[in-house]
């Protein structure tokens, strides 16, 4: 199975933009690189995913690299609330059924 | 449109009890996935259900076990609960299994 490694946690600064990164060496081709976070108590949110182009939404942009072997997720202007955990995570096909596989994920602060 | 909704919020079990909690998907979103997240073993997969079908199953014993309605609503059940089953428990919907949707969570204590 595809795994990801991030560090354990970051900070950054507010206003400042957040790049987090994530390795994900063994991934295959038809693997989707997934980013979602967690804010303290709460359900994980979606942020958004990419296969090999990079992608941008109306919360972060994200950059895989030419070989799929890494990505980073970017914050551009990080607030106080997007002090969360970020997991980057891949999407595993199996029998045409899809499996998210979680790492422990990167516990971003960002401070005033 | 509404997100997900688990229910209930919060409750506390005695060991040897059983729990059934409930989740009620994104309208439209016939995929609805369990999950069970501790601070020692991160999001771990419980199982998935489709049109009232489990298609995809994670490594939990039997005391686990879940089910879907036709309306896509789903339940799922711990029986025999033991200490270490205190966790958030997580349900989260989608159209056909790709992106999934996060409810705010169940959280069970047992003493």
């Known amino acids: 199975d595809a795994k990801t490694t991030q560090p354990t946690s970051m900070d950054c600064a507010e206003g400042r933009a957040a790049n987090l990164p994530c390795n994900h060496s063994?991934?295959?081709?038809?693997?989707?690189v997934y980013w979602y976070r967690q804010i303290h108590s709460q359900g994980p949110q979606y942020i958004i995913h990419?296969?090999?182009?990079?992608e941008t939404n109306e919360m972060a942009s994200l950059i895989i690299t030419e070989d799929r072997k890494s990505s980073t997720l970017i914050l551009p202007h990080a607030t106080l609330r997007d002090t969360a955990v970020y997991y980057c995570i891949v999407r595993v096909d199996r029998d045409s059924n899809y499996q998210l596989i979680w790492g422990a994920g990167t516990k971003l602060i960002i401070k005033p | 449109k509404a997100g997900v909704t688990q229910t209930p919020r919060y409750l506390i079990k005695t060991r040897g009890q059983q729990v059934t909690l409930s989740c009620s998907p994104i309208s439209g979103h016939r995929s609805v996935s369990w999950y069970q997240q501790t601070p020692g073993q991160g999001l771990q997969f419980l199982f998935e259900?489709?049109?009232?079908?489990?298609?995809n199953k994670g490594n939990f014993p039997g005391r686990f076990s879940g089910r879907q309605f036709s309306n896509s609503r789903s339940e799922m059940n711990v029986s025999t609960l033991e200490l270490g089953d205190s966790a958030l428990y997580l349900c989260?919907?989608?159209?056909?299994?790709?992106?999934?949707?996060f409810g705010e969570g169940s959280w069970l204590t047992v003493v």
């Open positions: 989260a919907s989608s159209l056909s299994g790709n992106t999934i949707y």
């Open positions: 063994t991934i295959s081709g038809n693997e989707y």
């Open positions: 259900y489709f049109s009232e079908t489990q298609r």
């Open positions: 990419g296969l090999k182009n990079n």
